[in-house]
């Protein structure tokens, strides 16, 4: 049987049946009954991807750049085809303005170490929110600590929405960079970041959207956006681990000094001065992921395959439906979320830690996760030390939303009697 | 895999709802943080030393049923010990928990450590070893200097 049959027998609200397109994802075939909720964290594998990296080692390996030889060509060109389709995924101008990085977090840190420097001075500030995950907190951080920029931060509103009306108070004639998240990871909340691109550049400042668990789940368009950069990692969209891309527009990516010397990202060297690469392999020094981002690179193809705006459709049905489920559960108070959630289902469970909920959903081969989600100052903001979350792919279905219910029943069951 | 009830036993799960010993010494002659950046769980533990015997041990803090209950059990046992006898049984137990080889006590030593037997669950969950010894790391520092954090990481 094909795929694309196995993925209309019983079409569901995004046009494909997840149980039967587990079957492309080995990880299911070898862990009968496994209940993955924990996608946010990172997603599993489709065979797509698990062999197109293993043919490309067979097959197609060697040393990308400045190779005389057939191969090393030939593992160029895929390399460089893989940076084509990230750029198409993210529907960016010109695939220059993709660089690969190792993950978010290293895309984050890049425009921390090299944009930030170059056109910051002590003073001028980077706008983040409460919502964001610890990379995008912690490299502004250690940037203010490096050169003197203050950080702020703007609050939720009391949906769990980010709060535009104090945002856009926030937005100081010093404001040179807002911070922000495009799905939060720790509620699913969706930040309107198109509203937030308009606001920040009329006032002058650039952007940088943090996509981790929006690239998964959205179909993200950096041009219609009007964002100045956009970070997403590999291994949430169903790629591989130790690969991601940071989108950044071209001008500004070509005015940026290098944040890592080395092989790669030179012209020319020689010991007086050294002339840099253009853009996007002015930041690739060393030998790159070559493998990981061919991976991505099949991870795309199998997303675009299934179309982004099914996945968004699928996501948006089984998050409607896991909130109305989990909060029949007396006792269970999920996250706020603002006016929209995606993809996260993060709660508290009355009177249970969360890693004894998650510990006994483990009995019941639910996966999923416990604790702050890398995210403290938000937990802290809604006064819990941790809760536990459900994170949504596209493999999950409303039956595995009801197991992850029942297996909390049963942990109330134990810890609430 | 086991049965859930093998590290939740009645005896945790007691504890873990209804601690012993939470509270605050006001006059502590020792005391320290612990924390879990794994989880954000903290626990603080309050000894009153008079000489070498613990006159009083309690606790505060917030955590899973696991670090409560061991916290609980752990100022429940500790009382009226020696600091020689209270290193004595952490050391027993860090090794019965992590699967190290634990020394052989002398009674009635023993048969204070064998209140601990429902802990030992966490064996056989690598993750949750750190809840049952968070206490027992944070009682440690608080004899070695007191006031300081340890950290489980």
Redo the contacts between chains.
């Keep these: 049987m094909t795929t694309a049959s196995l993925r209309s027998v019983y079409p569901g609200p995004g046009g494909f049946d997840p149980r039967q397109l587990r079957r492309e994802f080995p990880i299911f075939g070898n862990n009968p009954g496994l209940v993955f909720l924990d996608s946010g964290a990172s997603a599993q594998k489709p065979a797509s991807v698990i062999d197109r990296v293993a043919e490309y080692y067979r097959t197609d390996y060697a040393n990308v750049h400045r190779g005389v030889y057939r191969l090393s060509a030939r593992s160029t060109e895929l390399y460089e085809e893989a940076r084509e389709k990230v750029r198409a995924f993210l529907n960016a101008a010109d695939s220059r303005e993709i660089v690969f990085v190792r993950n978010t977090t290293e895309a984050i840190n890049l425009v921390a170490q090299s944009w930030g420097p170059a056109f910051l001075k002590s003073g001028d500030e980077v706008l983040i929110s409460v919502l964001e995950h610890h990379s995008n907190i912690v490299p502004w951080q250690l940037l203010r600590d490096r050169i003197g920029i203050k950080l702020v931060v703007t609050p939720l509103d009391a949906t769990g929405g980010v709060d535009l009306a104090a945002f856009e108070a926030r937005l100081s004639p010093r404001t040179r960079l807002v911070a922000i998240t495009h799905v939060a990871n720790a509620t699913g909340a969706v930040v309107p970041v198109e509203t937030i691109v308009q606001l920040a550049h009329q006032r002058g400042a650039k952007v940088i959207i943090d996509g981790s668990q929006a690239a998964p789940r959205l179909p993200v368009d950096v041009q219609a956006l009007g964002c100045d950069f956009y970070a997403l990692t590999g291994h949430k969209v169903y790629g591989p681990t130790g690969i991601g891309a940071l989108y950044g527009r071209y001008d500004l990516l070509a005015a940026m000094p290098p944040w890592q010397g080395g092989g790669e990202m030179i012209l020319h060297v020689t010991f007086d001065k050294t002339e840099y690469q253009h853009p996007p392999h002015r930041f690739e020094g060393g030998t790159p992921n070559i493998a990981g981002a061919i991976g991505l690179g099949a991870a795309v193809d199998f997303v675009e395959e299934l179309g982004r705006d099914n996945i968004l459709d699928h996501e948006e049905a089984l998050t409607g439906y896991g909130v109305d489920r989990l909060s029949r559960i007396p006792g269970l108070r999920m996250l706020d979320a603002g006016q929209r959630r995606l993809g996260i289902l993060s709660f508290d469970l009355e009177g249970v830690h969360p890693h004894d909920v998650a510990q006994v959903l483990d009995q019941h081969h639910v996966a999923v996760r416990a604790g702050h989600h890398c995210a403290q100052p938000l937990m802290e903001w809604f006064g819990l030390s941790g809760t536990t979350r459900a994170s949504l792919g596209v493999y999950n279905d409303e039956h595995d939303v009801d197991r992850l219910a029942e297996a909390i029943e049963a942990a109330r069951e134990m810890f609430c009697r | 895999?086991m049965d859930?009830r093998e590290?939740?036993q009645d005896i945790i799960?007691d504890h873990?709802?209804h601690p012993r010993n939470f509270r605050k010494i006001e006059q502590p002659t020792h005391f320290a943080h612990g924390y879990n950046p794994?989880?954000?769980?903290?626990v603080t533990v309050y000894l009153s030393l008079d000489g070498e015997r613990i006159a009083d041990v309690a606790f505060q803090g917030?955590?899973?049923?696991?670090s409560t209950a061991a916290a609980s059990l752990m100022t429940e046992i500790l009382r009226g010990k020696t600091v020689d006898e209270a290193r004595a049984l952490f050391a027993q137990f860090h090794a019965r928990v992590t699967g190290g080889e634990p020394a052989a006590l002398p009674e009635p030593l023993a048969e204070e450590a064998e209140r601990l037997e429902p802990l030992t669950g966490v064996k056989a969950?690598p993750a949750?070893v750190k809840?049952a010894t968070l206490s027992w790391h944070a009682l440690e520092a608080a004899l070695q200097g007191g006031g300081a954090t340890v950290k489980t990481e």
């Design positions: 895999m859930l590290l939740y799960l873990g709802r794994l989880c954000g769980d903290r917030r955590g899973c049923a696991i969950y949750r809840c």
